[in-house]
């Protein structure tokens, strides 16, 4: 009976160490970089996203943030090009990653509607509603709301 009253301390213990400390699924750069989006330094982000994928490229997690830290910049290519990386690897994040670009196709198309009013008045806006526009034509092509805003701008 002292056998296994002095048994179940040392596995529980061993079993505790483990959950806090064997089983970290993040990287280091990962976590440090949720940490930098939780504060809005993208920059700072976009720079440990990118040294996570380098050194692991097929952790899709690192691919989706990367992609949604390139959304809040307004790089939209590249947050394309992260979202497909993340896709291949696996399908956890379509979901999300769908509703992320509606996120900013949303953002980009009514920053260039507000450009395109404000370009009535003063011409320098229209280079503005041009660029939203496009990123609003790239991140969701099939949509024609993007083009008709895009042709009523030229």
């Not at 179940?8 to 280091?28: E, N």
């Not at 990962?30 to 940490?35: E, G, I, P, V």
């Not at 395109?116 to 496009?134: I, V």
Request: aromatic share 12%.
């Amino acid at each position: 009976m002292k056998k296994y009253s002095l048994l179940a301390p040392l596995v529980g213990l061993l079993a505790a160490s483990l959950a806090f400390v064997g089983f970290q699924c993040s990287s280091a750069e990962l976590t440090s970089a949720k940490l930098y989006m939780q504060k809005s330094e993208w920059n700072k982000a976009e720079a440990d996203l990118e040294k996570a994928v380098s050194k692991d490229s097929l952790n899709a997690e690192s691919w989706y943030y990367l992609g949604i830290v390139r959304g809040e910049k307004e790089e939209y290519p590249g947050m394309m090009n992260a979202f497909a990386h993340c896709k291949k690897i696996s399908p956890a994040h379509d979901s999300d990653i769908v509703k992320v670009r509606l996120h900013y196709w949303v953002k980009a198309y009514n920053e260039g509607s507000k450009d395109l009013q404000k370009g009535r008045d003063t011409s320098s806006y229209y280079s503005s509603a041009l660029k939203e526009f496009n990123g609003a034509i790239l991140l969701e092509p099939d949509s024609t709301m993007g083009y008709r805003g895009l042709a009523y701008t030229y």
